[in-house]
């Protein structure tokens, strides 16, 4: 099992025949991704890497049966393309974009959570359910099919972290990147949740970073979880009032600091990495034991 998509998750690709649309396109065609189509206004009737490019996405949902869609369009058009998507009725929508305004993103989420989809970002790298289907833009050879769930606000550190699970042998069922805006969709409880409710999850990686209230948040569900949860955060040595590559990653009025958010996880039974590379070792204890 996966959760989110899995391999009969057919996707739209929006702006594919972009620079970074076609590009990741191909990447995801590479990984076994079933992308069945994509949408650029204005090249209907072309095909790019063999997939097929229509005016709208709601003409790929009625041809193609396309139930995800994932944006490669600039940040001032991810509002309309976002709505576009959902309604035209996909499920799932991924948002890479980063520097979305932030108006435009709670109104995407507030849309989404109307009609009953689910978004991933803005400012994301996607998701991947090893073996299965990758949605976004990271690397096809970090992942391996396996036990751990992994959800992250940052995108390099979870490459490295995973990459890591992988070469440890325990592999991943899914792997989700939020995203680091203020606003995104999903939130670290969201995917916690399916995460407790998935059979192929024995164990979790949350990948946290200063900022915001998420990881207090999330420890405060981790207390009900029967699964482990192995956590490490970014930004230990950020000084308070700069924001740290993310919009999100900011200390503001002492809230979302480094040591409270390694304090509730604490709290809340999570073993804290103080080191990305230490992430899969915990792991590795944690399954060993179960």
């Not at 076609?22 to 204005?42: I, K, N």
């Not at 480094?258 to 590379?277: I, R």
Request: include cysteine; hydrophobic fraction near 45%; aromatic fraction near 6%.
């Amino acid at each position: 099992m996966a959760i989110l998509v899995d391999d009969k998750t057919r996707v739209v690709v929006q702006g594919i025949t972009g620079h970074q649309g076609s590009f990741h396109t191909s990447l995801m065609l590479e990984y076994g991704t079933r992308v069945v189509a994509g949408v650029s206004p204005g090249k209907g009737g072309q095909e790019v890497h063999g997939v097929p490019v229509y005016e709208t996405v709601q003409e790929a949902v009625d041809k193609h049966g396309a139930n995800a869609s994932v944006l490669f369009v600039p940040a001032p058009f991810v509002k309309d393309a976002a709505f576009e998507a959902i309604e035209a009725g996909c499920s799932l929508v991924v948002v890479i974009a980063e520097h979305v305004p932030l108006h435009d993103a709670a109104a995407i989420v507030a849309f989404a959570r109307q009609r009953g989809a689910i978004v991933i970002g803005p400012n994301t790298y996607g998701i991947c359910s090893p073996g299965k289907s990758k949605i976004g833009i990271p690397p096809n050879s970090i992942f391996r099919p396996g036990a751990v769930g992994v959800v992250a606000r940052s995108g390099t550190l979870s490459y490295e972290i995973v990459q890591a699970i992988s070469q440890a042998g325990l592999g991943e069922s899914t792997v989700v990147g939020m995203g680091g805006d203020r606003v995104v969709g999903l939130t670290f409880i969201d995917v916690l949740k399916r995460f407790e409710a998935d059979e192929a999850t024995r164990a979790v990686a949350l990948v946290g970073e200063i900022g915001g209230t998420a990881e207090e948040e999330a420890a405060e569900f981790i207390k009900t979880m029967s699964k482990p949860v192995v956590a490490y955060v970014a930004g230990r040595s950020a000084p308070p009032g700069k924001r740290m590559g993310h919009a999100g990653a900011i200390i503001e009025r002492g809230r979302g600091t480094y040591e409270s958010k390694v304090a509730a996880l604490t709290a809340a039974g999570v073993q804290v990495a103080d080191f990305p590379w230490q992430v899969a070792e915990l792991l590795r204890q944690k399954l060993g034991a179960a």
